[in-house]
């Protein structure tokens, strides 16, 4: 069965970092094991694994069969699939994109999602702060690697977007009460403007955790897996080969109270 495709038209303080809950180190459920250990799995996903840490990014987050779980931003769906697995013939995973992003992993988004190789993902096209989904239909959403690209813009300044703004809003429509916000996102200096950050295609923590927690999100727990004290977080990722899936990240996990 061919994954269906949807095209939608657009029509608080911080908290001091200290209350966040440090994750600790838990056991890989099966259902993620086995989603990571697939022999179906493309070949330069396994070889990206070891940057990317999967097992233990799904586990901290909490994925799990029977969940409805929605990735902004999937390019071209290295994670999405790998939820999707997880959660299983009762579950949905919806990879939701810009074309833009289909442009730049064109080749990847077409060998993922081939006819009859993945049967429980929806991908959805569109504005990512107006979608036509129904409001408390998700269990988990996620923006891995890509919120700092709705973070700064032009006009705004050091301040939040207002396109920011409207997506972090949309996404609690669509949470379930009490539903989970998972952020990975490379990290800028704290020093950095937005404006700097940004032409890194980084983001602050402080400015990070401020956007989510003025949105009404309640952050629950922090991880440092992905963590790299080598990242001097001077370049891009993509300025730098060495640092693809090796920049310091960020690991962050919010609840919706709604």
Not at 78 to 103: D, H, S, T
Not at 185 to 206: G, K, M, N, V, Y
Not at 233 to 242: C, E, G, L, Q, S
């Amino acid at each position: 069965m061919s994954p269906l495709v949807l095209v939608l038209c657009a029509g608080a303080a911080l908290a001091p970092f200290a209350s966040a809950a440090a994750a600790k180190p838990q056991p890989v459920p099966a259902a993620i094991r086995q989603a990571v250990d697939s022999e179906e799995r493309l070949p330069d996903d396994r070889a990206r694994d070891a940057g990317r840490r999967p097992a233990e990014v799904l586990s901290f987050f909490g994925v799990a069969p029977g969940m409805t779980v929605m990735e902004f931003g999937a390019g071209g769906g290295y994670f999405c699939e790998l939820m999707a697995r997880v959660v299983g013939p009762k579950g949905l995973a919806i990879a939701q994109n810009f074309y833009f992003f289909l442009r730049q992993s064109g080749e990847e988004y077409k060998r993922r999602f081939a006819p009859k190789r993945l049967d429980n993902i929806v991908m959805i096209f569109g504005d990512q702060s107006r979608l036509h989904l129904p409001a408390d239909s998700i269990d988990a959403a996620f923006f891995i690697d890509t919120y700092h690209d709705l973070a700064f813009e032009q006009p705004s300044g050091d301040r939040q977007p207002a396109f920011a703004v409207a997506t972090l809003a949309e996404v609690r429509r669509l949470l379930r009460p009490g539903g989970m916000l998972g952020i990975i996102d490379h990290r800028a200096e704290d020093s950095a403007t937005r404006s700097e950050a940004a032409a890194l295609h980084r983001i602050t923590e402080p400015a990070l955790r401020r956007d989510l927690e003025a949105a009404g999100f309640r952050l629950e727990a922090a991880a440092d897996f992905l963590a790299n004290p080598g990242d001097r977080r001077a370049k891009a990722w993509f300025d730098d080969p060495a640092l693809r899936d090796r920049t310091d990240r960020m690991v962050l996990r919010y609840r919706s109270p709604d």
